[in-house]
């Protein structure tokens, strides 16, 4: 019986991914380790070159974002609290290069909150670092809808965001999928521990818009209203490698936990049909 549950663990073990395993490379940004006011010029966070440059400033202001409960999302911040948000009434974005670039399947995540149904706020992948020519992909919160524009077909995803409430953005990239395709795939407050493929968000049509992950954009601005209509965000997180999506989410993919219970149920079984 000892050797038997000796075995089990064993295989447990091995089944599920150590934590020590790291990606090829992270990035992440949360803001918590920069001076309040301008991010212009800043420099702080983690696999990122030099420091933020862009066409305006986006600015570093109090508390931190937390992601909805029922995503299970795992990342933690420490340090001063603090996130992004922008003052513009017209496009605005800090950009900066990574200290290496991100290949093969890249995960990525951030906490966005629209503040209201003018709101621009997201990402950009592969932008032109020090000016507002985004050549890469946007990823925006414009009010409630999600829409993906740039150098990928220019897509709206409508009633995906609440105003006034943060919301888990979790993407993936797969760089050459088929050929020199790549492909794009968004989920927004997903329960990371039973992740779907069936409810990714997916661009009308993949295309070739990149070779590598090289550098990250940030935008938050208002298409008209008041001001503090800007978007917030906060805890950008990017990552190649066998743990990108833990990097990204701070738990394991969802497949290795199906791995295990069906590791588990096979030894369980086992046990059964030798004490039979």
């Known amino acids: 019986m000892r050797t038997q549950i000796a075995l089990a663990l064993g295989l447990c073990a091995c089944l599920v991914p150590s934590t020590n395993v790291a990606s090829a490379a992270l990035v992440r940004a949360d803001f918590n380790d920069l001076s309040a006011g301008s991010l212009l010029d800043q420099g702080g966070g983690t696999g990122l070159a030099g420091t933020w440059a862009g066409s305006a400033t986006l600015e570093v202001v109090a508390n931190d974002l937390t992601a909805p409960a029922a995503t299970h999302f795992a990342l933690t911040q420490s340090g001063t609290a603090q996130m992004l948000r922008g003052s513009y009434d017209a496009p605005r974005v800090n950009n900066r290069n990574l200290s290496t670039p ?87 407050d997903p329960d990371l521990t039973n992740l779907s493929e069936d409810d990714a968000l997916h661009p009308s049509s993949d295309t070739n818009w990149l070779s590598s992950v090289s550098a990250l954009g940030i935008e938050s601005y208002r298409s008209g209203g008041a001001s503090g209509d800007e978007g917030i965000i906060d805890l950008i997180s990017l990552a190649d490698g066998p743990s990108a999506f833990q990097h990204v989410t701070g738990i394991p993919e969802p497949s290795t936990f199906v791995i295990w219970a069906l590791g588990v149920l096979g030894l369980i079984g086992w046990r059964r049909r030798r004490t039979k």
């Open 102 to 188: 991100l290949n093969g399947t890249v995960w990525f995540s951030f906490l966005a909150q629209p503040t209201s149904s003018v709101t621009r706020v997201g990402i950009d992948v592969n932008p032109s670092v020090g000016s507002y020519s985004p050549s890469g992909a946007r990823l925006l919160a414009i009010g409630t809808a999600l829409r993906v524009l740039g150098s990928v077909p220019d897509t709206w995803f409508s009633n995906q965001f609440t105003v006034g409430q943060t919301s888990l953005v979790l993407g993936r990239i797969e760089i050459d999928k088929v050929g020199s395709t790549d492909r794009l795939s968004l989920w927004v």
